[in-house]
């Protein structure tokens, strides 16, 4: 694959697409599904089949348009008009009114702050593009920056505008890509590996999987130029089986990149060798770490070993490793393409550039969404989230999932990036927001949580394994009436333990919830002990008889 191939392949697929008057996108990503959007898109394509002029209109089946709660979701002609809540009764109207003016019971407004205070970087292509097609994405400009960089940057020029774009690892623990890529890219050795972290494990976080399925293309690029960057011939995409869709879509553009020559060997015509093979998770939360991801791929338990050595040393089979989650690649292309400063003018100081959100729970907009770092948790939660639903009162949100914390309405004016979230008593982790109202338990959310963090506790090591069970015994006891304000200051003792000597980030983050709401939320935890009584409503406390006694 040649700049020549690139370029005719992108204006093939532009003149065929101008040849066709309108063109009608409907989500065929997994949240969009679950409403049959698949049936939705066959009823568009069986009303156009049937319309007087059947050529001057094209049903594509595209990725996540970010507004879950109001799908199916259908654009018309670039965005320019928006239906929600579609059924596949409404295929023949929209199809008529496509020269017209829009069905008005159906649309939804692409002005509102949802989708007008986003800023689309990984998600560039989401919702645009037939995530099947390589050449839509190339037409939209992909490859572009894979087949410029092998042809005309050296590997060290593509570690250098990763280094200045300041860009950090949006797994979750926000380390210098940059550095990391350099690390491996130092190491003397004949086999490097690369692999994509796409064990997303998170509850109601669907970052990654939305990516996957709605732009796989992208995320392959940006694992390419990684490869040439630091010297590896070999990719391995490790995915959680529970993904099915994603997979799907990524085994069809691998074939499709093998197929044009942008994968596999010579590619481009250089001595550039690579090539990415599949690798399905079980769904074991400890295998988003690192080494234990790791241990997996390699056909082993999927246990984590102390560090250092890292992975960037010493990873799969003993060699140096590469490793970065699904958006971290999905924002390469964009930086090779428009260069490393150019993402460093995105966001604050200390965090770079975009973060992909899920927000889910007790909110109006719940979806995904793209924001620069930097924007506040009252711009995330009401501006383009719309607030808190039925009027109810924002009570706490808690960002990084598990590992992250509950953080109250006093930070809502916080702005969100690695260093704030750090300061409050939460992470950024992958990008999940759960937000929650006034019907909430406080206690009863760190009891959820922790029940979350022991059953995924792979056992390796007493800490995690045995503190967890304990903590839950603790919050199980507090939710029930059973607890003492003696289970009140072992919980905290137990906390500190578990959080300083535990092996891996599972453990050593799974207190985080439970500090953030003693820490913000003590005097629920004391109405449990003390009064027996849950201020929400939420916990079976016993009844006054039982207290007296």
């Keep these: 694959m040649t700049r020549d191939d690139l370029d005719r392949i992108a204006l093939d697929e532009r003149a065929a697409q101008e040849a066709v008057a309108h063109h009608v996108r409907v989500c065929v990503a997994a949240s969009c599904l679950s409403s049959s959007s698949d049936k939705v898109k066959a009823a568009l394509d069986a009303a156009v089949k049937a319309s007087p002029e059947p050529h001057r209109c094209k049903i594509t089946g595209v990725g996540c348009l970010g507004l879950c709660k109001e799908g199916p979701l259908v654009t018309v002609d670039d965005d320019k008009v928006l239906y929600r809540n579609v059924s596949p009764d409404d295929a023949a109207e929209i199809v008529a009114s496509i020269d017209g003016p829009p069905v008005a019971r159906l649309e939804g407004d692409l002005a509102q702050p949802f989708f007008a205070r986003q800023q689309k970087i990984a998600l560039e292509h989401s919702g645009r593009i037939d995530p099947e097609r390589i050449e839509e994405y190339i037409a939209a400009g992909g490859y572009s920056a894979l087949v410029d960089t092998l042809t005309m940057v050296m590997p060290a020029g593509v570690v250098q505008q990763v280094v200045r774009s300041g860009l950090r690892g949006r797994g979750g623990g926000g380390y210098p890509t940059g550095l990391k890529w350099s690390t491996v ?9 690369v692999i994509c972290n796409g064990d997303e494990g998170d ?26 960057a630091v010297g590896a011939t070999e990719g391995y995409m490790y995915v959680r089986a529970e993904y099915p869709l994603a997979v799907k879509r990524l085994k069809t553009a691998i074939k499709q990149a093998e197929k044009a020559g942008l994968l596999g060997n010579e590619i481009c015509g250089t001595t550039f060798n690579f090539r990415i093979d599949i690798r399905l998770g079980a769904g074991a939360f400890v295998c988003g770490e690192e080494t234990a991801l790791i241990a997996s791929i390699e056909g082993n338990r999927g246990t984590p070993r102390p560090r250092p050595p890292y992975p960037a040393e010493v990873g799969l089979w003993g060699a140096p490793t590469l490793i970065n989650n699904v958006e971290t690649y999905a924002a390469i292309p964009a930086i090779i393409r428009n260069g490393g400063l150019w993402y ?12 992909v959100f899920a927000l889910a729970g007790r909110i109006n907009n719940t979806g995904l969404i793209e924001v620069p770092m930097g924007l506040s948790l009252r711009e995330i939660i009401y501006d383009i989230g719309g607030g808190i639903p039925d009027g109810r009162t924002f009570k706490a949100v808690q960002t990084g999932g598990p590992s992250g914390g509950c953080l109250p309405s006093q930070f809502l004016d916080m702005p969100v990036d690695y260093e704030s979230l ?6 950024m982790g992958s990008g999940g927001m759960i937000v929650m109202d006034d019907t909430s338990c406080m206690v009863d959310v760190a009891r959820y949580f922790m029940d979350f963090c022991m059953t995924e506790s792979c056992g390796k090591c007493i800490p995690c394994r045995v503190g967890t069970v304990q903590m839950h015994e603790v919050l199980r006891k507090m939710t029930t009436g059973e607890a003492t304000m003696d289970d009140l200051a072992l919980l905290e003792e137990l906390c500190e333990v578990v959080q300083h000597t535990s092996l891996c980030g599972l453990g050593q983050t799974a207190p985080n919830p439970v500090l953030s709401t003693l820490k913000y939320f003590r005097d629920e935890y004391t109405a449990h002990i003390v009064e027996k009584r849950c201020p929400a409503g939420v916990c079976a406390m016993p009844v006054a008889s039982e207290v007296r006694r």
């Design 203 to 228: 509850p109601g976080a669907f970052m990654d999987r939305s990516v996957l399925e709605s732009d796989p293309h992208r995320v392959i690029e940006g694992m390419t130029l990684a490869a040439y």
């Design 344 to 355: 460093a003018g995105i966001g604050t100081a200390k965090s770079k550039g975009t973060k």
């Design 422 to 427: 750090g300061k409050a008593g939460s992470i």
């Design 185 to 193: 890219a130092k190491a003397r050795a004949q086999k490097k590996y």
